[in-house]
């Protein structure tokens, strides 16, 4: 085999370029984690090929204050038995862990490291709501900006400068606040998050006293 470092008389390079790994990031309150939460990290995971996409519950989500029902480390284990068995999906309790609000350039600098992208997952509700972010700049610099788009949808983050990819992903009409409803009136929840969650659920007691 023909080695251009040979051919020029030196020894052999044992450089190699590090590998790099590509981690995308789905914030959320996750109060609860349902099935749409899943279907859009899996499939932003193979629209872009990425090793891993982590599922972020808010330790603290600074915007819906007062809003939220679970505690932080409910949701969090509500997350882990979402996504077990699940490939290439984590749950990631950086933000559980942390004091004080969730800014997402903080989370962002938790989670970066060399040889490793960070690609920031956002609906487009989120993607339109951006530019009442903190540290926005930072956020540019940190991650690419993953808009997830359901049909008809298109949102494009605040100013220039931004690396962004658009993942298309079907429209599933579930959100935390309907699955909430239907605990707190004794209506099924089955199919709308995974069963892992439902008995995890149950056996939590949450969401069922108002
Ligand atoms: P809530 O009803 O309390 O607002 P939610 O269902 O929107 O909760 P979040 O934890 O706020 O859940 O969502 C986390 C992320 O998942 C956000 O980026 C949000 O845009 C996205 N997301 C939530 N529901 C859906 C859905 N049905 N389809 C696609 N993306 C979703
Ligand atoms: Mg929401």
């Not at 790099?20 to 279907?39: K, M, N, S, W, Y």
Request: hydrophobic residues 45%; without cysteine.
């Amino acid at each position: 085999m023909f080695r251009p470092d040979e051919a020029a008389g030196k020894p052999p390079s044992i450089r190699r370029l590090a590998p790099v790994e590509r981690v995308g990031v789905l914030g959320g309150t996750f109060d609860p984690v349902h099935t749409a939460h899943i279907v859009v990290a899996v499939e932003v995971r193979a629209a872009l090929a990425l090793d891993r996409v982590l599922l972020v519950p808010a330790g603290d989500p600074w915007q819906k204050r007062g809003r939220v029902v679970a505690p932080a480390h409910d949701r969090l284990a509500l997350v882990e038995a979402a996504v077990d068995g699940i490939e290439g999906l984590e749950a990631s309790a950086v933000e559980v862990e942390r004091e004080g609000a969730s800014v997402t350039a903080d989370t962002l600098e938790v989670l970066a490291a060399p040889g490793r992208e960070l690609a920031l997952v956002l609906g487009a509700d989120a993607v339109a709501n951006m530019h009442t972010w903190r540290r926005l700049d930072d956020t540019r610099h940190l991650a690419t900006i993953v808009v997830v788009e359901r049909d008809g949808e298109h949102a494009q983050p605040p100013g220039a400068g931004w690396r962004v990819e658009h993942v298309r992903i079907p429209r599933l009409d579930i959100s935390s606040t309907d699955v909430r409803a239907r605990l707190a009136a004794g209506r099924p929840i089955d199919g709308l998050v995974p069963p892992a969650v439902v008995r995890a659920i149950a056996s939590r007691d949450l969401y069922t006293h108002g």
